[in-house]
Each structure stands twice: as structure tokens, then as C-alpha cells.
């Protein structure tokens, strides 16, 4: 007895066996029973994911003998002979191999006869978007006007290359992708029958290997009971598929984590020697930093069909203190590294390049740790260095013959020591830096401080008598506490440009913000809370209360939160700290965060 392969000997007799395409043999069902079936049906979708086993079913309850039906008896001539693949009045054409114009005015003379003995003469073309032009030309005369007793059924993987007025005489069904729980459960059922005994990791890697279809999944499992002895195992399955188990793919990107290229290399070359196809392996690769990323966003695990549960909690293990920046960075790389891997001659090199260069990235800062950053640079700048011209005079000094001072640069040179050119007498660094590290000074000038960049060096601000502050209206007080403040954390008081102060009650003030929740956000920072209170403190009395106002004010409702969201961004955005950030490091804006306010 010859051995029957488990996709032919499993294949689909009536709707219900189909897996996973109940959408449209639901439709299917009902327009049989309702007598609404239409002459011409294509199905679309991914290979192996059953159009032509819908087809093949169709035929049988349009022609079954007690039909048409919905559920075909299987047991009347007409249904064996479909079974069997030698029925008179059913015409499975391939596409690919009869695409030519002659081949469709065979069919349209032969389609002019009645049938022999069923009720339809049935044509199933598989894979139609490959016939000619031509061919299809011929093809849309008999749709326009098919003849009562002819019913076409197109199958296709490609339904974008079939012609719109072939598209618009046709119902459309589209299969679906099967998922990988589906192929697990199909496959689990015909072992069970089969009397095959294998894990569920081994049919797991069977059904991923499978890509959603059912067809190639059977194939699969066909190969590997064939040289099988006793239980399969994953194991087993791997060394048949020559392949790639998910374990590896964690270790890369554990490895990626923690910048170990040796290991990543080593894990690549076991791949390779394994029979690992590289151009597999990167896709393989780029899905896992996709999964990655999807669960660090707080994606669940209907946005990783294909993840079990076990990987789910491994990945979120895995990304626990990884940053969502961070992956976007490796997944950008990747992205970019694709063509290159795909075109290379030697993939496997193009591939250890690219992780190369993943492990060069530099994980990004959060713009909050780059405003820090900033506030310690600029504080450090003006009580250290003297200060390089603006760039205008630069680009002067870089054209006259005389010795110029450094210009400004990237971060590697910025702890250089000082010029040894004395800076020019009048400008001395706490002058200069309004201009050269604020383009557009936020920090309110101070009344008590005439801004003179000629004059010498500026006295600090005389601090008000306790006299002087009770009769001083609270909007001088603030602006001297907002300069005091601009002294030890500059940053800190360009956020209260905007801002005035209330008194809100006996021994307690207030700090009103305009509309720059940005500036909100960012003055209730714990360190910058207490500067704040302390200045206060410092200036008033030691029982002050400040508060900040606008922070508890979270918007309440989803839309509100998202316009708000968008307007922080720009606010972000155009924040002249940004602004600095990217000058100074040369940098660019990857990602916005914004964060939880307190
Ligand atoms: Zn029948």
C-alpha cells in the first residue's frame, strides 16, 4: 500500500474540517443555502492556508447529489469524484503553467458545452494571477456573460497582480494566516490519530517553522515522523530543520545587552554550522527586537501571536531595565542593516557587521538625564572656564590672521583646559554665558542686577533687608528669588520665565505656572523642589511654605491627556535646553519622553 503524505490524507472533505478560515466558510454556507452562491469566488491569502481545499469543497456542494448543500454527502459520485481528483464537470487548472491566451479560449469553448453528469461544470484556477494579459482579456469575456451552468473559483497568493476588471466580477474571500496555536492544536489532533507521540516544543517549532500555513506544517511533521524513531523531541526537530532554536535568539540579545559581541559571534557560527540560513536568522532576529520592544510598550501577548507564555515572561525578564529608546536604537540599526544582509554575498559576515554595530550604539539618554546633564555643564562652564566666542566671532577669529581662541566643540574636547590667551579683560564668563549658552534667555532679568555686558564683572545681587521684603510686592521678591535660584541651577530658573507667585495664605506662597507643563513638570523634580523651597526659605523666613501650582491637575480625560501629551512635546521641543543639548552634543532627537508627573 502506497503511504498517503498527512496533507492529502488530511486534507478538508466538507467546511468544518478547514482550520481557522470560518470567516469564510461561514459566508460560503450561507450563500449555498440561501441559493446566492456567485459564479465567480476568489480566494486570497498566504500559501497553504486552504483556498484550494474552500475550492475543492465548494465544487462538491454545488454538485454533491442531494445538494446544493452546505455539507456535502462525500459518499454520492459526484462528491467521490471530487475527492478523487477525476471528476468530469470539475477542471483544476494551474495558473502558472496554462497562463496563455490560448489556454483560456480552450477553456472558453469547452466552458459552452453542458455539463456531462453534475448540475455545474466547475473551473478552478490556482494561482490565476499568473496568467497573461492577454490570457486574462479572454479570461473577462466569459465572467461578463459566464454561461447558467459554469462557476469559476480563482485561487491566488498574489491578488494585487490580478486586473481591477477581473477583481470586480468576482466575490472576494480572504484566508487568513493560520496561527500558531491553531497549527499546534491541528497538528497535536492527527499525531493523536496517528499514534505519534511528540512534544509540545517539538510541535511548537514545527508550527513557527511553518509560518502559518497548514500545508507546509503536515509537510514538516510528514519529514520528521519519517525519520523518527520513538518519541519526537524537539531536539529531534532541530536537527531536521537545520534550524534555530528561540533559546539562541534570547542569548543574542541578552548578548547585545551586554555589548559581548565574542558571544554573539560564537552564537552565529553554532548556527551556521548547524545549517541556520543567515538571511532566516536576521528576520528571526528582527521579529524577537520587535516582541522586545512590543512588551517593553506594555504590548500583550495578542500582539505576539506567536509567543507562548513561557517566552512572554521570558522577554519581559529579559527587558525589565533595557529602555524603550534603547531598543528602538538596535531596531533602527537592524532595519537599515537589512538590505545589506539580504544583498550580501556572505550574509553571515554582513550579519556579525551588524551586530557590530549595534554594540556600538550608545544606549540614549532620557532628555530629563540630558537637561541635567546640561544644567551641571553650563554651571561647571561659567564658574570654571572662560568661555569661547559666540560662533559669529568664531567664524571672525577663524578668518583673521590673529590667534583665535578654541571654538566651541564636541563633548570629547569640552574639559579641555583653559586657552592660554588671556580672555579679553571685559568679558569675563558670568557675562558671556547669558549670551553664548542661551540664545534666547529665558531667566527674567533681575531688577537688582543692570544687565551691562561691558561693565565689569557683575556684583551679586544685593540681597533685600527683612524690612525691605515685607513692604516689596511679592512679584520683585520673586523675581530676586528666581535670579538666586538661576545662580545655582540655571536650567531650574529659565522654567519660571512664565510663572508668577501668590501668597495663598499666612506663611504660604505659591508658585503659578502659565500654560508650559514641561516647565511644571520639570520644577517638581525632587532636587529641584527642595532648591526651590530652600531659596524661598533663605530669602523669607525659614516656615515658609512653597508649593508649586498646575501639578496635580492631570488631565482626567483620555483625549485631553493625549492633546496635552502632543503640546508637551513641542513645548520639549522648542525648550531652549533642548535647543543647547543638540548644539552642544551635535545630537539629534530620537524620542520624547514624557514623564509621569509627581
Ligand atoms: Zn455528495
Redesign the pocket.
Known amino acids: 500500500m502506497s503511504y498517503l503524505v498527512l496533507a492529502r490524507k488530511y486534507r478538508p472533505q466538507n467546511f468544518e474540517e478547514v482550520v481557522r478560515q470560518e470567516h469564510i466558510t461561514r459566508a460560503l454556507a450561507n450563500a449555498l443555502t440561501s441559493d446566492r452562491l456567485a459564479h465567480a469566488i476568489l480566494l486570497a491569502g498566504p500559501r497553504g492556508t486552504g483556498k484550494t481545499t474552500i475550492a475543492r469543497i465548494l465544487a462538491?456542494c454545488v454538485n454533491?447529489?442531494?445538494?446544493p448543500t452546505a455539507t456535502?454527502?462525500?459518499?454520492?459520485r459526484?462528491?467521490r469524484e471530487i475527492t478523487g481528483g477525476h471528476a468530469a464537470d470539475v477542471f483544476e487548472i494551474d495558473g502558472a503553467s496554462n497562463n496563455r491566451v490560448e489556454n483560456i479560449r480552450e477553456l472558453r469553448e469547452n466552458a459552452n458545452y453542458m455539463p456531462a453528469h453534475s448540475r455545474f461544470k466547475i473551473y478552478i484556477i490556482d494561482e490565476v494571477h499568473m496568467l497573461s494579459d492577454s490570457a486574462f482579456n479572454a479570461l473577462l469575456k466569459i465572467l461578463e456573460e459566464p454561461p447558467a451552468h459554469v462557476k469559476f473559483f480563482f485561487a491566488t497568493t498574489d491578488p494585487n497582480k490580478i486586473p481591477i476588471t477581473i477583481l470586480s466580477r468576482c466575490q472576494r474571500h480572504d484566508c487568513r494566516r493560520v496561527d500558531l496555536t491553531a497549527i499546534v492544536q491541528h497538528l497535536a489532533r492527527l499525531c493523536e490519530n496517528e499514534t505519534v507521540e511528540i512534544t509540545e516544543d517539538a510541535l511548537t517549532l514545527i508550527g513557527r517553522e511553518a509560518d502559518g500555513s497548514i500545508r507546509d506544517a503536515l509537510s514538516l511533521l510528514d519529514l520528521i515522523i519519517t525519520g523518527a524513531t520513538g518519541k519526537i523531541t524537539a531536539e529531534l526537530v532541530l536537527d531536521v530543520l537545520g534550524g534555530l532554536d528561540r533559546q539562541s535568539l534570547f542569548d543574542i540579545s541578552q548578548a547585545v545587552f551586554d555589548r559581548d559581541a565574542g558571544k554573539i559571534i560564537d552564537i552565529i557560527a553554532r548556527l551556521y554550522d548547524r545549517g541556520q540560513n543567515m538571511i532566516k536568522l536576521f528576520a528571526e532576529v528582527l521579529t524577537h527586537f520587535r516582541n522586545l520592544l512590543v512588551v517593553k510598550m506594555g504590548g500583550t501577548s495578542q500582539a505576539l501571536s506567536d509567543v507562548s507564555e513561557y517566552e512572554l515572561n521570558a522577554i519581559k525578564a529579559q527587558v525589565s531595565d533595557i529602555s524603550q529608546v534603547y531598543l528602538h536604537q538596535i531596531l533602527d540599526v537592524l532595519f537599515k542593516e537589512e538590505i545589506v544582509i539580504r544583498q550580501s554575498s556572505s550574509p553571515r559576515l554582513a550579519l556579525e557587521m551588524a551586530f557590530v554595530r549595534i554594540i556600538q550604539i550608545r544606549p540614549a539618554l532620557p532628555i530629563d538625564t540630558l537637561i541635567e546633564k546640561i544644567d551641571i555643564l553650563q554651571k561647571n562652564l561659567a564658574k570654571n572656564l572662560p568661555l569661547a566666542p559666540p560662533p559669529a566671532a568664531t567664524q571672525e577669529a577663524i578668518k583673521s590672521p590673529a590667534p583665535a581662541p578654541p571654538a566651541p566643540a564636541g563633548p570629547e574636547s569640552r574639559p579641555a583646559p583653559a586657552p592660554k590667551q588671556p580672555a579679553p579683560k571685559q568679558l569675563t564668563p558670568k557675562q558671556l554665558k547669558p549670551e553664548q549658552l542661551k540664545p534666547a534667555p529665558e531667566v527674567p532679568e533681575c531688577p537688582n542686577q543692570a544687565p551691562d555686558p561691558a561693565a565689569g564683572p557683575a556684583p551679586p545681587p544685593p540681597r533685600p533687608e527683612n524690612n525691605a521684603k515685607k513692604t516689596e510686592p511679592l512679584e520683585t521678591s520673586w523675581k530676586n528669588i528666581i535670579c538666586r535660584i538661576a545662580e545655582e541651577n540655571p536650567a531650574l530658573a529659565a522654567c519660571f520665565s512664565t510663572s508668577k507667585m501668590v501668597k495663598t495664605g499666612d506663611g504660604h506662597v505659591e508658585i503659578r505656572f502659565a500654560t508650559n507643563k514641561f516647565n511644571v513638570t520639570y520644577a517638581n523634580r525632587d532636587g529641584h523642589q527642595a532648591l526651590i523651597q530652600k531659596t524661598c526659605s533663605l530669602y523669607f523666613s525659614d516656615d515658609i511654605q512653597v508649593s508649586l501650582a498646575g501639578t496635580a491637575a492631570a488631565s482626567r480625560n483620555g483625549l485631553a491627556n493625549k492633546q496635552k501629551s502632543k503640546q508637551l512635546e513641542a513645548e520639549a521641543l522648542n525648550h531652549p535646553l533642548v535647543a543647547d543639548a543638540m548644539r552642544i552634543f551635535n545630537g539629534k532627537i530620537v524620542d520624547i519622553k514624557i514623564l509621569q508627573e509627581a
Open positions: 462538491k454533491c447529489e442531494t445538494g456535502p454527502c462525500n459518499t454520492c459526484s462528491c
